[in-house]
């Protein structure tokens, strides 16, 4: 009777070990054979989340190979992190379609690994540019080999919003190759670009003096590139190697300037 009855307790006990478990693997299944994708949720990022990338792009700033449904909202103004200003000359007149390039490091404290870029962007006929980024704005350069930048003036008007305006003078691009009077070439011979000017009352500091200088050293073949040059009437470039008199040239119109330059 004992026996009978203990077979009769371990025969329930498996009827419901089945009820409780097939229907959930009956689910799993139809679920399954209905094609049913498993969908995303984006978490709330901060500002300074966003992928510089993204940003000057202008895609929804996601993370990459994560999807979601809800549609993509641009930040305002006052959120949307960014450098911008105008670009003047010496009279003081906006300067429209310059190329202007912004150095930006890449993001470090999201995890992710990405390669230093130059973000940029066109002046408008007004002058005025913005480039956005993700991190702190690095150095800006131009993109155009005819005009050089004097001088830029920043100021944060946000917690991630920087005004930047430029002052830039026509430039003639000087490169070309030192040697002696032997022909041979002046390796380490320092090339030095220099000018001076009067800011104007665009950037606030009418009749305030500015001093241009750029510097750089020749190759081992006695090759330099010193980039764009101002072309204004206090432009001169002075070529210094160890144990030869320095020289001195002036600075005039032509476009790109390829100099052969002899040190004695």
Known sequence: MSSRLAINLLCLALVAIFFVVCPEKRTAEKAGRL???????????????????????GRDPAWDGVASSAPAQTPSAEVWPGIFGSAFDLDGEPVPGLLIYLSQPPPSH???????RDLSAVTADDGSFEILVAEEPGALTLGNSEWAV??????????????????VSE?????????????????????????????????????????FEQRVFSDDDGRFDLGPVPLLPSSRIVFDAPGLDPLERRVSPGGRRAWQVVLR
Do not use: K
Not at 110 to 116: S, V
């Open 150 to 167: 004097l001088g830029e003036w920043r100021e944060r008007r946000a917690a991630w919003r920087i005004q930047c305006d430029i002052l």
């Open 35 to 57: 094609g049913s994708e498993p969908s995303y949720v984006l978490g709330a990022r901060s500002d300074a989340d966003l992928a510089y990338s993204d940003l000057a792009d």
């Open 171 to 211: 430039a003639v691009h000087v490169l070309g190759q030192v040697t002696d009077s032997d022909n041979r070439p002046l390796a380490g011979t320092e090339v030095i670009a220099s000018a001076q000017f009067s800011q104007p009352r665009a950037l606030g500091n009418a009749g305030e003096q500015g001093t």
């Open 110 to 116: 999201d995890g992710l690994e990405r390669t230093t």
